[in-house]
């Protein structure tokens, strides 16, 4: 018997004897108990940066009245903002920024508000009766500030007013492998999170989308890291303070600072943890989701495309990848996931979006293409789900548990006498490289 992440438990399955079964897993760490007291700390040693109390001092010497702005992640992220936001205000307080003059903005990108219970729970109620929580708007140009253009790529720059304005800009943020921006972080909460949506279209489009250095777990080189830090720069974004998790969202690294020296420590710690040597690519890949990101389709055909993308594909050409998530949003509420599904319906094939997305493009199509790009590679069935209608508009295979969905691969690849299946519990945790070849 088997397990893999679930919503919020683990779904059980068994294989059949034909299959060789792997499983490959993070690696571990010794979780932080008191990340209250991790957070504190970091704060007290802050990276590259003076402490953020300065930095409060410094905005209410500039001007009286000083103003700051903590950007946190949306609802997909496991980040721990109800432990971060409460260090973070008590230290801009001790720095003569009181709470009245702090707004805590969740940056929801172009993904849907959050509600006030949402809020409540992301953050606590504590923080919540204590300062102003608002969502980015990334629709509404009468909100936005510009930037200018961004190189490499002239990115149109457009950032919230409110964070622009701001005196001090602080964000948390997790450092965990992502598609584009190599290692996710507080920049990119700022940057993206927390932009105009021309800045989506144009980041998450096919120019970035086809440059080599647009990868998974890459900094050096990566045109979208570039962008984005420079994005978060001209925005005003001073101070990060971030995490680590491992693959059951437990903190094991917390870091403070500026937001470059707390990337780069942090993605040491991550590297070490996330990136996993493997010794061939497989037939068949079971890979595992879980709360927070299985809450729709947007979210969990990351699983997919991690595999996919990562420096060799984990599943060789002609295989297939099995999602097991419960999508009780179905593809996604917001704008991005809309367009995400419009994408893929509407099109008459995987090609088709690509070639789609080449003459036009709109945030959350970015996400169409890189399922796109992977069916092209792969088959790829989504298990377990309670949105099958969305998965097959989506031009995904449905299959009602984890052995219908080995069933169907098993038949996709022919049938073989043996045939060889990868487990990746927490795939979106864990980043199979397949080992270079010895020299001959």
């Not at 299959?19 to 991790?38: C, K, N, Y």
């Not at 204590?130 to 969502?135: F, I, S």
């Not at 037939?283 to 595992?288: C, M, N, T, Y």
């Amino acid at each position: 018997m088997y397990r893999v992440p679930y919503a919020h438990q683990e779904l059980e399955f068994v294989v059949g004897p034909w299959f060789d079964v792997d499983t490959v897993v993070s690696g571990t760490a010794e979780p932080i108990d008191d990340v209250a007291a991790a957070a504190r700390d970091a704060l007290a040693h802050p990276r590259g940066s003076a402490p953020l109390p300065d930095l409060a001092r410094e905005a209410t010497a500039r001007r009286k009245g000083a103003t700051a702005v903590i950007a946190v992640t949306d609802l997909t992220r496991a980040c721990p903002d109800d432990t971060l936001v409460p260090a973070l205000l008590d230290e801009l307080n001790r720095g003569g920024i009181a709470d009245e003059r702090i707004t805590i903005v969740v940056a929801v990108g172009l993904h849907r508000a959050t509600t006030d219970a949402e809020k409540r729970e992301k953050l606590g109620e504590g923080v919540v009766g204590r300062a102003r929580v608002v969502d980015s708007d990334g629709r509404d140009p009468s909100k936005w500030a510009d930037l200018g253009s961004i190189p490499p790529y002239g990115v149109p720059g457009l950032t919230q007013k409110l964070v622009k304005e701001a005196d001090l800009v602080v964000a948390t943020g997790i450092v965990e492998p992502h598609q584009y921006a190599g290692w996710s972080g507080g920049r990119k909460t700022v940057a993206i999170g927390c932009c105009g949506e021309p800045v989506i279209t144009a980041t998450h489009g096919m120019r970035f989308l086809d440059d080599p250095g647009v990868r998974l777990a890459k900094l050096e080189g990566n045109p979208f890291h570039e962008t984005v830090t420079e994005i978060a720069r001209r925005a005003g974004l001073r101070f990060c303070l971030n995490v680590v998790t491992d693959d059951r969202e437990r903190v094991v690294a917390v870091a403070a600072g500026s937001p470059d020296a707390v990337l780069t420590e942090l993605v040491r710690v991550g590297a070490a943890l996330y990136t996993k040597p493997i010794e061939k690519q497989y037939d068949v890949v079971i890979a595992g989701v879980g709360a927070p990101k299985d809450v729709n389709l947007y979210q969990a055909s990351r699983a997919a495309t991690y595999l996919r993308f990562a420096p060799t594909p984990v599943v060789r050409e002609g295989g297939v990848i099995v999602i097991p998530a419960q999508l009780p949003e179905g593809a996604g509420e917001g704008p991005g996931e809309r367009r995400f599904l419009a994408a893929l319906e509407r099109a008459a094939s995987p090609a088709a979006v690509v070639e789609a997305a080449r003459r036009h493009f709109e945030g959350g199509e970015q996400r169409a293409v890189m399922v796109a790009l992977t069916l092209q590679h792969c088959l790829v069935v989504i298990a377990a789900s309670e949105a099958a209608d969305v998965v097959q508009r989506a031009k995904l295979r449905v299959a009602v548990d984890v052995e219908e969905a080995l069933d169907i691969a098993y038949e996709h690849i022919g049938r073989p006498k043996r045939a060889s299946l990868l487990i990746v519990p927490r795939a979106l945790h864990t980043l199979p490289v397949v080992r270079e070849p010895a020299p001959a």
